[in-house]
């Protein structure tokens, strides 16, 4: 199985198209509701569709792996870009930092490496 796209909520899909051109992601699909984005790696796609009805921004988290998060922070800074925690070491083993998007989805830049799919702690799935 591959993950072909996550679809993120917006109010305002411009300004969530120009956030996200910001963070890098090159824009591939647009309409007056709907926006698709190609990662500069991976196979994987985001999406923005417009929501005219009031919603609440959710738990979820998307994570972009990146493999210089400081670097690639103090990039979105001179773009403008508000971040919510600064880059630090987590205890699984990731550096990351966060910041949320125009409509208030989490967001999370981050490098873990061999720890993103192969942490110590990994359970064994050899038989």
């Not at 824009?27 to 926006?35: E, G, K, P």
């Not at 870009?81 to 630090?88: D, G, R």
Request: aromatic share 10%; with cysteine.
């Amino acid at each position: 199985m591959n993950l072909n796209q996550v679809t993120l909520p917006c109010r305002d899909l411009d300004r969530s198209v120009i956030f996200y051109q910001n963070l890098g992601l090159l824009l591939i699909v647009r309409t007056d509701t709907y926006a698709r984005f190609e990662c500069s790696a991976g196979d994987a796609t985001l999406s923005l569709s417009k929501k005219e009805q009031n919603f609440q921004p959710s738990d979820i988290t998307i994570y972009f792996e990146v493999d210089d998060p400081d670097r690639v922070i103090k990039e979105l800074k001179k773009k403008g870009i508000e971040i919510t925690a600064e880059p630090e070491d987590k205890r699984w083993l990731w550096r990351e930092a966060s910041l949320q998007d125009p409509a208030g989805n989490n967001l999370i830049i981050y490098h873990a490496g061999e720890n993103r799919k192969y942490p110590p702690w990994r359970i064994n799935t050899n038989s």
